[in-house]
C-alpha cells in the first residue's frame, strides 16, 4: 500500500505561484507512474500532468508552459510547480500513484486563484 499526503495549496492571486507536494509514505522509486488530478466544483476530475519512473512526462494542453511536474525518489516525493496561474486553475488538486495494478489517491489540497 502507498498513504499519498499533499500540501501546498492555497490563496494566490492570477499570475502566482504555488508548488504542490505530494509526499509518500513508502519509496517511489519502485511506483511505475504518479500524476497530478484536478476537480473543480461540478466537473469531472481531470488529469492535470503525469510522470513515470523513467521520468517521462505529460502534461496536459491546459496548463502547458505552466505547470512542470517532477520527482524526488530520495525524498519520496513528487510536485506540481504551478506558474502563472489562472481563475480556470482554482480547483481541489489529488495526488495519484499507480503500485502494482493499484490506484492510490492523496486526500487533496485545494487551489484558488482570485482575480
Known amino acids: 500500500q502507498v498513504q499519498l499526503v499533499e500540501s501546498g495549496g492555497g490563496l494566490v492571486q492570477a499570475g502566482g505561484s504555488l508548488r504542490l507536494s505530494c509526499a509518500a509514505s513508502?519509496?517511489?522509486?519502485?511506483?511505475?507512474?504518479m500524476a497530478w488530478y484536478r476537480q473543480a466544483p461540478g466537473k469531472e476530475r481531470e488529469l492535470v500532468a503525469s510522470?513515470?519512473?523513467?521520468?517521462?512526462?505529460n502534461v496536459a494542453d491546459s496548463v502547458k508552459g505552466r505547470f512542470t511536474i517532477s520527482r524526488d525518489n530520495a525524498k519520496n516525493t513528487m510536485y506540481l510547480q504551478m506558474n502563472n496561474l489562472k481563475p480556470e486553475d482554482t480547483a481541489v488538486y489529488y495526488c495519484?500513484?499507480?503500485?502494482?495494478?493499484?490506484?492510490?489517491w492523496g486526500q487533496g489540497t485545494q487551489v484558488t486563484v482570485s482575480s
Open positions: 495519484n500513484a499507480n503500485y502494482w495494478g493499484f490506484e492510490y
Open positions: 513508502r519509496s517511489i522509486f519502485s511506483i511505475r507512474a
Open positions: 510522470i513515470t519512473s523513467g521520468g517521462s512526462t
